[in-house]
């Protein structure tokens, strides 16, 4: 049973909403009548009805949003009944958008668009923690004022839930923010104050502010990222690693990455062949280097400014250690 | 009510063709952007570069608006599979890399670059349709597309085009600075449309080739300055014949002409889709793909930044030299062209009868009535730009040049149908199928730069870099050498070899060369 609110929506658009799914029952056949209809009543209807609470004159524009957006979620089987996307994207309604309608409210066309692409980002990001993404940025929306207080929070929130590559991005909105959010953002210690644990951020990749103490002396093994392509990873054959100075270069057969890690994940992008081809193999291992002669002989090594990369001939994963 | 959605779904997929190169800051909007478009924020908010604005446009019209499933501009990144067909050894070529439908594309290129694209082929192939997507990408809605279409007719007056003066004015104005114009509305759009362009008659021919040429209108010695647009304009008849010929200078003004192909019966699903459906494409562009002046404007300016390698313009010239020349034409060196015996109304036969002893098969000049003009050469140049822009390239490739230059030459070079070449085996398509017949002299002209060497061995373009050095600095007895070299290349480079276009253009450039030395030594002499 759907209220009012939607009702009228619906209603006043019959003919273009009944379109707009024919259509879409054409590109996606598998769009499942029923499950659509489900999600509309268990979660648009609500949202509409916060919206219509706060700014009546906007509820057309998120019921047209929150139309659009769940034909191409269900239709593609991002959220309804894949399995991966069930529960995330059910709870993105019911943890996210209908209690923080208040802040979405002007603009709630891009609130759908932005938080359903961002969870489609992180669930299609091997090693990204989605469901944790969900509940993090539920948790923080009573102390936002505004959505982009919000969406600055969400991307912070994105790169610790193993979206590695907006670092610097995140750190860089993380000081337009108010420090209790962020430090709470970061499990951080009240006593430490961002503008510190910034620094030992920048300084350390492997830096984890919930956890400061934990920074031994050596050389030591903070990650292992890829796997091979037949068991979900992104590598063919095993992998090898050179370094453009800044950043690790990985190459396997012939696709090549540029490689964004740290404490909270690490994700891959792609780069032309030539890229790789001009970066630098590692010249001097440092001392002080765990025994990994059980993983075979190693076949390339990489450095940046803080991490060392080692590859082996009988493993599709790449080590990563910390220098810093 | 807002569009049907689906129509409006813009590729997030990547479309470029090449891997990009990792941006080490990664933008906040890429978290956001994904499969859900954002409808309330434009393209600039969102981030898009430009050319990859230009590049989902061209895949929207592909897959939703415009149904054109040829891929006839081809692109190779390694040998493409071929197979011979049919009795007449048709070949059919599955390209290896991204390629594109010349009748989508080139549209898109010329409305990128706002320059003037006919359209050619039969009736209901959708030549306006694809002109009015263009007015609407621009950012005018349907409505107003439609009403400032210019459909060509046989009464169509210079009035009816341009507009009329006040009638009031008319009868009251004591000068005519006092008369008012009601200068028609799409004289100011950024993309205009001209229907049957080949309908106008001769007279109303000439006011539009002013707005075209020259980017004014004129009536009763008032001026209405246009701003610069793309132009789109739709003959059925691809000789310009129709209702009136069409004037030369009007046809040399339009830069790219592209043909609607025939439709493919295996999609006629789609068309019974868009009957049922009752959807116009035109009227559910997606607010993504609609770029507004200042974007076009950037674009324009992007187009230009892109590179052209020595390598690739020496080739370029290569090519363009070969059409020109005519020896018999005259007997000062500088006038020996085909536009020489033009102007004298020599006939065309007349001048082919007379044996220079140059192979007329393989002379690429014996292949065509004209030589290019200057405007053809800088069409050339900004849409070879383009296509490498659009493919994400900062600098042109040849093989970019390579499928553009047939559109760009379609209507420009005439060919003479009884050339030897065309009565050679195999080659009879050619007559008809202009745009590989233009295809087919450019990898001829390559071939022939291949063979003579050109790109180690080149002395006349080592002379011209050393010349573009400048002047500055040098010494009498310098010049006086450089000008030997050139009195001792000349023979040279002629020694046994009959005179073919390359040469000639070779010839003169020494002379030019040879004349600014000349010229410099006499002024260091006085000093």
């Known amino acids: 049973m759907i209220s009012a609110v939607l009702a009228a929506v619906l209603r006043s658009g019959r003919e273009d909403f009944n379109n707009r799914f024919a259509i879409a029952k054409r590109t996606y056949q598998e769009l499942d009548a029923q499950i659509f209809s489900n999600l509309l009543a268990e979660c648009v209807d609500p949202f509409l009805q916060a919206i219509a609470e706060i700014r009546p004159d906007q509820v057309n524009v998120a019921a047209n949003a929150a139309f659009d957006a769940s034909l191409i979620l269900i239709g593609q089987r991002l959220i309804g009944f894949h399995a991966n996307c069930d529960s995330f994207g059910r709870n993105v309604w019911k943890q996210i958008l209908i209690p923080g309608a208040r802040i979405f409210a002007d603009r709630p066309d891009r609130a759908i668009a932005s938080i359903f692409n961002a969870l489609c980002n992180l669930s299609g990001t091997p090693g990204a923690r989605a469901e944790q993404w969900t509940s993090e940025v539920a948790s923080f929306l009573p102390q936002c004022n505004h959505d982009d207080m919000f969406f600055a929070i969400a991307l912070i929130a994105a790169w610790r839930c193993g979206l590695a590559h907006f670092r610097k991005t995140a750190i860089d909105v993380a000081d337009r923010l108010p420090e209790k959010i962020v430090l709470q953002l970061f499990h951080a210690n009240d006593s430490d104050g961002w503008q510190s644990v910034k620094k030992k951020l920048m300084e350390n990749p492997w830096f984890d502010p919930a956890h400061p103490n934990q920074i031994p002396d050596h050389v030591r093994v903070v990650a292992e990222i890829g796997a091979f392509r037949g068991f979900g990873g992104p590598f063919a054959e095993p992998p090898l690693v050179k370094s453009n100075d800044e950043d690790i270069l990985i190459r396997s057969a012939d696709e090549s990455w540029l490689l964004t890690a740290d404490s909270f994940g690490s994700t891959l992008h792609k780069i032309p062949l030539a890229e790789f081809e001009s970066g630098k193999n590692g010249e001097v291992l440092p001392k002080g280097l765990p025994d990994f002669s059980a993983k075979g002989k190693m076949t390339s090594f990489a450095s940046s400014p803080t991490t060392l990369a080692l590859t082996f001939e009988y493993s599709h994963r790449i080590k990563l250690l910390s220098l810093v | ?527």
């Open chain 2, 1 to 527: 009510m807002s569009r049907l959605n689906i129509f409006q779904r813009v590729s997030q997929a990547p479309t470029n063709p090449h891997p990009p190169t990792a941006s080490k800051n990664f933008d906040v909007a890429d978290l956001y952007r994904g499969p859900i478009s954002d409808n309330s924020a434009s393209s600039e908010n969102q981030g898009i570069a430009l050319d990859e604005k230009l590049r989902q446009t061209y895949f929207w019209i592909t897959n939703t608006a415009v149904i054109s499933p040829h891929y006839d501009i081809e692109y190779n990144e390694d040998p493409p599979q071929v197979f011979t067909l049919g009795d007449s050894r048709s070949k059919l070529v599955l390209p290896s890399a991204q390629s594109y439908s010349s009748f989508i594309l080139l549209p898109l290129l010329t409305f990128a670059t706002r320059s003037k694209c006919l359209f050619i082929g039969g009736p209901g192939r959708g030549k306006t349709a694809s002109a009015i997507l263009m007015g609407v990408i621009a950012g005018y809605p349907v409505r107003e597309v439609r009403r400032a279409m210019q459909h060509g007719h046989p009464q169509m007056t210079i009035a009816d085009l341009l507009g009329n003066p006040l009638p009031a004015d008319l009868v009251n104005a004591q000068k005519i600075e006092d008369i008012r114009i009601s200068w028609r509305n799409w004289l100011g759009m950024r993309v205009k449309i001209i229907d049957e362009y080949n309908r106008i008659p001769t007279r109303t021919q000439s006011a539009l080739l002013t707005v075209m040429g020259d980017n004014y209108a004129e009536i009763l010695n008032h001026i209405y300055e246009c701003p610069d647009s793309a132009w789109f304009l739709t003959a059925n008849d691809e000789q310009g014949g129709g209702t009136y010929q069409v004037i030369e200078a009007l046809r040399d003004r339009i830069d790219v002409v592209v043909q609607a192909l025939a439709f493919n019966p295996h999609f006629l699903k789609d068309l019974l889709t868009r009957i049922e459906e009752n959807i116009r494409p035109e009227e559910v562009v997606p607010r993504q793909i609609i770029f507004s002046e200042a974007e076009v404007t950037q674009l324009q300016n992007d187009i230009r930044a892109v590179s052209v390698s020595p390598e690739v313009l020496s080739r370029i010239e290569f090519f363009c030299s070969q059409f020109e020349f005519c020896e018999v034409a005259a007997d000062q060196f500088e006038y020996k062209t085909k536009d020489t015996a033009r102007l004298a109304s020599i006939e065309w036969h007349a001048l082919t009868a007379q044996d220079t002893g140059r192979d007329r098969l393989k002379d690429l000049g014996c292949q065509t009535k004209n030589g290019l003009s200057v405007r053809t050469l800088m069409t050339l140049l900004n849409y070879t730009k383009a296509i490498a822009y659009f493919r994400g390239s900062l600098e042109i490739e040849l093989e970019d040049v390579r499928q553009i230059v047939p559109f760009v030459l379609h209507d420009k070079l005439i060919a003479d149908p009884d050339a030897p070449f065309f009565a050679a085996p195999g080659n009879g398509a050619y007559r008809t199928d202009r745009v590989s017949w233009i295809r087919k002299l450019f990898d001829l002209a390559c071939a022939e730069y291949d063979r003579l060497n050109l790109d180690r061995e080149n002395p006349v373009a080592e002379l011209s870099a050393e010349f573009s050095k400048g002047l500055e600095g040098l010494s009498a007895a310098d010049a006086r050498a450089r000008l030997i070299k050139i009195e001792r290349l000349i023979p040279e480079m002629m020694k046994g070899r009959k005179l073919y276009g390359n040469l000639y253009d070779d010839l003169l450039k020494l002379k030019y060369l040879h004349q600014r030395y000349t010229n410099y030594l006499k002024w260091v002499k006085t000093k």
